[in-house]
């Protein structure tokens, strides 16, 4: 079966880039049947929609941070990233990535999640 | 942005007994395309977020029947007819008729 897992560094200075990637297991990520979305959660907090990214490389991003957000797929390594430039303390949170079928907004797979901490 | 407002924020139910949580959004979320492109979330402790209902009423696969939704335009709910244990979490509505899907602000479900 499918599964995804995020990794990356859980401490990022601000003003730095936070960068993230989601590795896709058991599937493809050229399976055009879907796309590959990032949402993160703040710490006892709700949760909030950050973009997607087809394999084509077709992007919708959130516009609250559209100006610091760089999504990518990289097929060779069957996994998608997330930058996110000049974070600040707000940007600490649990960044989970997760699959929708095509078509839909159906978000029924995720990954377990990584906690990024924004600090000095 | 929609903004998904969801009523109660928490919710204290008895074993074997209904809860409902409602959820409305700031506009209608249904599509020309005739789909509405509302969904519910749960989120057990520790875990990450797992689709429970999508499209309004449609029940993801494996999802017990005891979960129901509803709803049309702006306004939704869903319902557990009874309450169980594994069911303990924070419910989560969506909406994904435009960019940016934007999630409510979370009901917690404690067992009594």
């Known amino acids: 079966q499918v599964q995804l897992q995020e990794s990356g560094p859980g401490l990022v200075k601000p003003s730095q880039t936070l960068s993230l990637t989601c590795a896709v297991s058991?599937?493809?990520?050229?399976?055009?049947?879907?796309?590959w979305s990032w949402i993160r959660q703040p710490a006892g907090k709700g949760l909030e929609w950050i973009g997607r990214?087809?394999?084509?490389?077709?992007?919708n991003y959130n516009p609250s941070l559209k100006s610091r957000v760089a999504m990518s797929v990289d097929t060779s390594k069957n996994q998608f990233s997330l930058k996110l430039t000049s974070v600040t303390a707000a940007d600490t949170a649990v960044y989970y990535c997760?699959?929708?079928?095509?078509?839909?907004?159906?978000?029924?797979?995720w990954g377990r999640g990584t906690l990024v901490t924004v600090s000095s | 942005d929609i903004v998904m407002t969801q009523t109660p924020l928490s919710l204290s139910v008895t074993p074997g007994q209904p809860a409902s949580i409602s959820c409305k959004s700031s506009?209608?979320?249904?599509?020309?395309?005739?789909?509405?492109?509302f969904y519910w979330y749960l989120q057990k402790p520790g875990q990450s977020p797992q689709l429970l209902i999508y499209?309004?009423?449609r029940r993801l696969s494996g999802v017990p029947d005891r979960f129901s939704g509803s709803g049309s335009g702006t306004d939704f709910a869903l319902k557990i007819s009874r309450v169980e244990a594994e069911d303990v979490g924070v419910y989560y509505c969506?909406?994904?008729?435009?960019?940016?899907?934007?999630f409510g602000q979370g009901t917690k479900l404690e067992i009594k």
């Open positions: 997760a699959r929708a079928k095509s078509g839909t907004r159906d978000l029924t797979l």
């Open positions: 058991g599937g493809s990520i050229t399976n055009g049947s879907y796309y």
């Open positions: 990214i087809y394999a084509s490389g077709s992007t």
């Open positions: 506009q209608s979320l249904l599509n020309s395309d005739g789909k509405t492109y």
């Open positions: 499209e309004v009423s």
């Open positions: 969506m909406q994904g008729i435009n960019f940016p899907f934007t």
